[in-house]
T-cell receptor, first 115, second 112 residues
Framework: DADVTQTPRNRITKTGKRIMLECSQT?????MYWYRQDPGLGLRLIYY???????NKGEISDGYSVSRQAQAKFSLSLESAIPNQTALYFC??????????????FGPGTRLTVL | GENVEQHPSTLSVQEGDSAVIKCTYS??????FPWYKQELGKRPQLIID?????GEKKDQRIAVTLNKTAKHFSLHITETQPEDSAVYFC???????????FGAGTRLFVKA
């Protein structure tokens, strides 16, 4: 089945370290997103991309960067991790086009702990 | 900025009872309102959605209602079962648009 996958699924790191979270999809969708989930705050958008050459900031992009290496791959980087970036991170995809409702298809999530 | 408020944050019901989760949105241009269910340790998944040209939509035990004038929409679950226990997120977006704004989530507990 076409799916969205994320690696790693769990990561513990130390303050100041550089971390990369990776997302791949076999759905053939053009749009990809990175969200962060914190208890009581829902899902907040970090970055989104409409295609390989398109990168846009979401509502909480500070401290993060992304790379869209191919239509199927979208990576999230934390250049210098800090403890308040401890959260559950979700990658998601959607398809654009006439009649699209922008339903989000989520990956399984990456639980990141920054000590 | 755009905002979606969701209430309650936690809801506990007895098996067989009904559960109602309410959301309000701020962007009057929003015209697509999905609901996602996230079971423990799993990814959020779409369970039902409604467009602004419809006031109510039903799918078996779940229904959504929309009041565009008041900018309110609600999720109704009837005859709740233990497997309905999960976190539910409402959201608002512009159909075909790129940005989906999520509510903070409601943790539903269904007691057997």
């Amino acid at each position: 089945d076409a799916d969205v996958t994320q690696t790693p699924r769990n990561r513990i790191t130390k303050t100041g370290k550089r971390i990369m979270l990776e997302c791949s999809q076999t759905k053939g969708h053009d749009r990809m997103y990175w969200y962060r989930q914190d208890p009581g705050l829902g899902l907040r958008l970090i970055y989104y991309s409409f295609d390989v050459k398109d990168i846009n900031k979401g509502e909480i992009s500070d401290g993060y960067s992304v790379s869209r290496q191919a239509q199927a791959k979208f990576s999230l980087s934390l250049e210098s991790a800090i403890p308040n970036q401890t959260a559950l991170y979700f990658c998601a995809t959607s398809v654009s086009g006439r009649g699209s409702n922008n339903e989000q298809f989520f990956g399984p999530g990456t639980r990141l702990t920054v000590l | 900025g755009e905002n979606v408020e969701q209430h309650p944050s936690t809801l506990s019901v007895q098996e067989g009872d009904s559960a109602v989760i309410k959301c309000t949105y701020s962007d009057s241009a929003s015209n697509y309102f999905p609901w996602y269910k996230q079971e423990l340790g799993k990814r959020p998944q779409l369970i039902i959605d409604i467009r602004s040209n419809v006031g109510e939509k039903k799918d078996q035990r779940i229904a959504v209602t929309l009041n565009k004038t008041a900018k309110h929409f609600s999720l109704h679950i009837t005859e709740t079962q233990p497997e309905d226990s999960a976190v539910y997120f409402c959201a608002a977006s512009l159909s075909g648009g790129f940005k989906t704004i999520f509510g903070a989530g409601t943790r539903l507990f269904v007691k057997a």
